[in-house]
């Protein structure tokens, strides 16, 4: 993800259920072993359900797949977010519908019963991609608040920036995969969610 986006005509989904203090949580590029893992376990401690954008070759790397069921198994739900994270913006339909079927195929064959109800391209660079997704049955998962966690891990920063992108009723997007993010983009979730929660708010699916 980068800090613009592309905008297409196909409708994105923005926006959290629910009413008030409510936010949803989205993270992309996993799954990766130890820092998915770790997020997990923070999710599953506080009861917050989450979407997670996977790609393909992280799925079907070593621990991906069983890392994914256990995303799955502890109700979460799936985004695809291509095979290979590669930029689909100049691709032509048909090359699109063909990298996210193959996806979509990797996440059944490691968890048949995945929930895969949304799609987030790769970097922000739609092109046709979010019309091909829909054919497909996923909705285009838009982004507007992000924390630059793709370009630092200090803590401080993206914790900072994590309480300025936590917006009422808006969608969140960290990440758990592209790196290392236990000492970083970890910190910070755990940090701001808890003082989310001391405040009243509910963390909550895309509407």
Do not use: K
């Not at 198994?73 to 095979?83: K, M, P, S, W, Y």
Request: proline share 6%; aromatic share 4%.
């Amino acid at each position: 993800m980068r800090a613009t986006e592309i905008v297409t005509d196909a409708p994105h989904v923005t926006r959290a259920a629910g009413t008030g203090l409510v936010a949803a949580l989205t993270f992309d590029d996993g799954p990766n072993g130890a820092t998915t893992e770790a997020l997990l376990d923070f999710l599953s401690a506080h009861q917050i359900p989450a979407v997670f954008c996977v790609i393909g070759q992280n799925v079907t790397a070593p621990g991906g797949a069983a890392v994914l069921r256990r995303i799955v198994r502890e109700g979460h739900l799936i985004g695809n977010h291509t095979t290979r994270h590669e930029d689909l913006g100049d691709w032509p339909a048909d090359r699109v519908r063909e990298d996210l079927v193959e996806n979509l195929r990797i996440i059944r064959s490691a968890a048949p019963d995945a929930q895969v109800p949304y799609f987030r391209a790769p970097n922000g660079s739609w092109g046709v991609s979010a019309e091909v997704a829909v054919t497909l049955g996923m909705q285009p998962l838009g982004v507007l608040n992000t924390i630059d966690d793709w370009s630092t891990q200090d803590v401080p920063t993206l914790t900072q920036n994590l309480r300025a992108a936590i917006r009422p009723g808006e969608l969140v997007l960290t990440h758990d995969g592209g790196g290392d993010h236990r000492n970083g983009t970890l910190a910070a979730v755990t940090a701001v969610v808890e003082e989310r929660l001391a405040q009243g708010w509910t963390f909550t699916l895309p509407a």
